[in-house]
């Protein structure tokens, strides 16, 4: 008995600097069953990377990126409120605008980032916009919620337009996923007039830009 918890002890002390234990042999930080719906405090979704490197790109490149970010809007306001055929059309203009960001606009290891990135995104909206139903569409947007996020972070955007990054713990069975708006206030894409405020805003990834004013301007 003294070995078994004794063993129990210093494996539950490895447990708690994240390395790998008897019950857990990958690390990591081990969920303790109390997290709570609605709170910031979030799964990790997996490749997801903690760091991503950022590139100084041109602003004719960013306002390709600007156009992008808008379509997918479309899609997550479409998805949120209910409305598949909406979202359908949403998608396919993804598609179009994605296929009109030129990389010649880039060089070096920012070209290359954004090839391995649109690969992706032309991979997973072509999924999408394939889905039957808006239950099988959803079920593809976290995963494209994802990539373009990392391509916001990397590249930037011109666009006086916020993104804000949000998160529900209970969407994509209970895995958790997350999704970007333009705007404040939880609007989840996930389960719509269901769960419409399950979740909350994770992330400022853009303030946006806030245009100047004309000289001699004045505000109430």
Known sequence: MVV??????????????????????????????????????KQVIAGQP??????????????????????????????SSDEYKKAVTATRSFKLNLEAVDMKLLSGE?????MSNSKKL???????????????????????????YNAVKMFGLSTTQPVYRF?????????????LQNKTGTENPYFGSKMFKCGSQVEIVSPGRVEAQPEGTTHE
């Open 167 to 179: 998160f529900c713990p209970i969407a994509n069975d209970n895995k958790g996923a997350y999704w």
């Open 50 to 79: 903690d760091v991503l490197k950022t590139y100084n790109v041109s602003n004719v490149f960013k306002k390709q990126l600007d156009v992008l970010v808008s379509s997918y809007f479309q899609m997550h306001h479409a998805l």
């Open 122 to 148: 032309s991979s997973l909206i072509a999924t999408v916009s394939d889905a039957k139903d808006i239950n099988a569409l959803r079920s593809g947007f976290d995963e494209l919620s994802d990539e373009l």
């Open 4 to 41: 078994v918890n004794g063993n129990f002890k210093i494996d539950s002390a490895i447990q708690i600097l994240a390395k790998p234990s008897m019950m857990n042999p990958e690390g990591g930080v081990v969920a303790t069953g109390h997290e709570h719906h609605g709170t910031e405090e």
């Open 110 to 114: 920012s070209h290359l980032s954004w």
